[in-house]
């Protein structure tokens, strides 16, 4: 059975059974001590009622007058209360009327003689009819019993109603009215109307509801324009650092990339891949020691904020520079937050094309133009730098010196187109040969150019065998037109620095000197510088 | 002297009034019946209509004397203590079931007496003073 969830039909309810409980209680014991009370009255009425016929009773058996007798049993027979009677006196007189089989209790009565003081005659005897007694009571109870619910069905009534009136319609109300506000819509959060006049607990908790409204209202607008502001500079630095055409990434300290931002992806994503291929900062930008050295610093180093550093890395098929600014974020909540792990902020260019450029520029100031050898100014820094090295490290700088010979006629007999022609194809025999990362090869000016060596130890057969190859190399006939070749030598001075120079102008006179001696010693050979 | 004599007089007055009130009544009957002498409660038994029989069981007729004379009232208040009112009650009640019936009233003490000289089954109630050799005594009510 479902109870009703109404609190004041369950208030009723709860006190129907308790008033039930009662009554029923109530009436046992009032039914209990009822019909004793009910015995002992009418008890005592069947003895007043005794009383009465006293007289009378003990004059029929005073003149043992039967008919007397029997008019005053039945008399006394005739009451409700009586179920029997006997009349005793003497033994011409033993009068009984009605019943008395069953009949516990009796009320006897001497009847005295009516002349003669204290002379006992005969005894009158009442037998009270239980059952009926009993009866009464219980008649008694049962309509006090019902009284008794009527009167609890008229209080739970009223006390349902007034349940009903003063608390279930109230909270109806406060429940209707709080139904509907909407916690997410401060707007709705409108004040609940106490009923002005009333001081109860409803209107106490209504005002106590109100003013916690009132407060939470005001704490949510705070809190929604701070979320709205929050929101919108979100908003705007999500666009930053989307938009950003800098990648930018945040490398925590197992050099993860924890976050970055689309154009740091497009740096990385190789063509037709849908994800980067690791999350390990340093080798993405496949160089991890370098940049693990750098993530030490920058983390360890007091007083280092910022770096920045160049990296050649390869994406896929392409090589790409890019330029990278690491720095150590230091937030407010990190001091704050002391076990936080630092974070580095890296943000990228792609520097490639502009790298290729300064190459190429820089290329083009270092080189000849023509046979892409280093240039006379490059060449001789170079050469210095080379020279220092070599003396540093008590390595020998092995430096020819070569003039072309007979370079003159076929500049004038096959035009400058050729020249150009047999100095490029010098220039790659040269460099075929002197191929070393190490080496320098120069074109000094015109037909003149330098090559240098560093070698550990100088050992003088191999040098001049070198020389000699290159020699032949160059003695080659070369196709300057087609089907027209041209022959060239070359005189070459050979010095070893630094013995023959510890500065780089004192071993290019010599080298000059040699090469001259060669040029004057019938050309086309190598000629070592020999101390005078 | 005088005042002693007229104190006396008054005093033997009194006296000789007192004496006149305070005889003894005699219960008698017929001196040929064979009850020598009746017992206090006899004489209230028969009276008062519980026997209408003498003990030895032959009839007995009580006779009342006028209502409302100074020796029925003796009578009544001497033998049971109750006023000739309750007496007329009692037998008022009684007379209601007719199975007994109070005694008969008689005129007087000698017509009293008269009827017991003809009647062996009489029974009466007279002072002392006025016994005849036609009755005899067989109860003595004493002031005590």
């Known amino acids: ?532 | 002297m005088q005042l002693i004599k007229s104190i006396m007089s008054l005093l033997l007055l009194v006296s000789s009034y007192s004496y006149s009130y305070s005889q003894d009544l005699v219960i008698v009957v017929n001196k040929n019946n064979s009850i020598n002498e009746l017992s206090k409660n006899e004489v209230i038994d028969i009276y008062m209509g519980r026997y209408m029989t003498f003990p030895d069981g032959k009839s007995a007729k009580p006779l009342d004397l006028p209502a409302n004379s100074k020796l029925k009232s003796d009578f009544y208040l001497k033998l049971v203590n109750q006023s000739e009112q309750k007496i007329n009650a009692y037998w008022a009640r009684v007379f209601f079931s007719g199975r007994a019936k109070p005694p008969e009233s008689v005129e007087s003490i000698d017509d009293a007496l008269n009827q017991l000289k003809d009647s062996e089954f009489g029974i009466a109630y007279i002072p002392e003073s006025k016994l005849t050799d036609t009755v005899k005594v067989v109860y003595r009510l004493n002031e005590d």
């Open chain 1, 1 to 532: 059975m479902k109870i009703s969830q109404k609190i004041y039909i369950r208030v009723a309810l709860n006190i129907a059974i308790v008033a039930l409980l009662v009554s029923i209680v109530t009436s046992f014991f009032s039914y209990t001590s009822g019909l004793e009370e009910k015995k002992t009255i009418n008890y005592s009425l069947v003895k007043q009622l005794a009383q009465t016929m006293q007289k009378t009773a003990a004059m029929s058996v005073y003149l043992t007058d039967i008919d007397l007798g029997t008019e005053i049993g039945n008399g006394l027979l005739s009451n409700d209360l009586v179920k029997g009677v006997s009349l005793s006196g003497g033994v011409d007189m033993q009068l009984t009327y009605g019943e008395m089989d069953n009949v516990l209790e009796q009320i006897s009565i001497n009847l005295m003689h009516p002349f003669i003081p204290d002379v006992q005659i005969g005894l009158l005897t009442l037998y009270p009819d239980d059952i009926y007694i009993q009866q009464q009571a219980q008649g008694d109870s049962e309509k006090e019993v019902l009284l008794m619910m009527v009167n609890s069905i008229i209080i739970i009534f009223f006390v349902s109603i007034a349940v009903h009136q003063r608390l279930t319609r109230p909270l109806q109300y406060l429940t209707d009215e709080f139904s509907q506000i909407d916690p997410s819509l401060p707007e709705t959060m409108q004040m609940l109307s106490v009923r002005s006049r009333a001081k109860d607990e409803i209107s106490r908790l209504i005002k106590g509801i109100n003013s916690l409204m009132y407060e939470l209202r005001l704490t949510m607008s705070n809190e929604r324009e701070l979320r709205i502001k929050t929101q919108e500079l979100e908003a705007r630095f999500r666009l930053i650092f989307e938009q950003a055409s800098a990648g930018i990434c945040l490398v925590n300290q197992q050099n993860m990339i924890t976050v970055y931002n689309p154009a740091f992806e497009s740096l990385f994503i190789k063509e037709g891949d849908v994800e980067m291929v690791t999350m390990n900062f340093p080798i993405l930008l496949s160089n991890p020691d370098k940049l693990q050295e750098l993530f030490d610093t920058i983390r360890n180093k007091h007083g280092v904020d910022q770096l920045t550093l160049d990296i050649e890395c390869t994406v896929g098929k392409e090589t790409k520079w890019i330029h990278c600014l690491f720095a150590k974020l230091t937030e407010q909540r990190d001091s704050v937050r002391d076990n936080q792990e630092s974070l580095i902020e890296v943000v990228l260019h792609d520097v490639t094309e502009r790298a290729e450029k300064e190459f190429q520029t820089q290329f083009e100031a270092d080189h000849d133009a023509l046979t892409y050898l280093l240039n006379r100014r490059a060449g001789e820094r170079k050469l210095n730098n080379a020279l220092s090295e070599c003396i540093e490290n008590e390595h020998k700088l092995m430096l020819m010196m070569i003039d072309l010979d007979k370079f003159k006629p076929v500049n004038d007999n096959f035009g400058h187109e050729a020249g150009d022609k047999v100095l490029v194809e010098v220039s790659r025999r040269i460099k075929n040969q002197f191929n070393l990362t190490t080496d320098i090869c120069i074109r000094w000016g015109g037909d003149e150019f330098l090559i240098a060596r560093q070698v550990e130890d100088f050992d003088l057969h191999s040098a001049m065998t070198q020389a000699q190859q290159l020699l032949q190399d160059i003695e080659q006939p070369i196709e300057v037109k087609s089907n027209t070749n041209c022959d060239v030598s070359a005189s070459i001075g050979l010095v070893i620095g630094p013995n023959d120079g510890q500065v780089l102008h004192k071993l290019m006179m010599n080298a000059d000197s040699a090469m001259y001696q060669a040029k004057e010693s019938g050309r086309g050979q190598v000629i070592l510088f020999k101390k005078t």
